[in-house]
């Protein structure tokens, strides 16, 4: 994305970091016993980021790649 000059890759980075600071906060969890009380919700937001993410950020990214 830098190499191509992508102008929405601050945006792209960021939602990656978010993903991985919720994987880390179910890791945490899981370590202090409190993972069986979050899984349905990390679930949902697993399930509501990969679907966003990939229907509009990944798809414009695709977009504008391959112009």
């Known amino acids: 994305m830098r190499q191509k000059k992508y102008d929405d890759y601050p945006?792209?980075?960021?939602?990656?970091?978010?993903?991985?600071?919720?994987?880390?906060?179910?890791m945490d969890a899981y370590e202090d016993g409190s993972y069986a009380d979050q899984?349905?919700?990390?679930?949902?937001?697993?399930?509501?980021?990969?679907?966003?993410h990939f229907a509009i950020r990944d798809a414009r990214l695709h977009g504008r790649l391959n112009d």
């Open 11 to 26: 945006g792209h980075k960021d939602d990656h970091e978010s993903l991985l600071d919720d994987m880390r906060d179910l």
């Open 39 to 52: 899984i349905e919700d990390f679930a949902a937001r697993l399930r509501d980021w990969f679907t966003d």
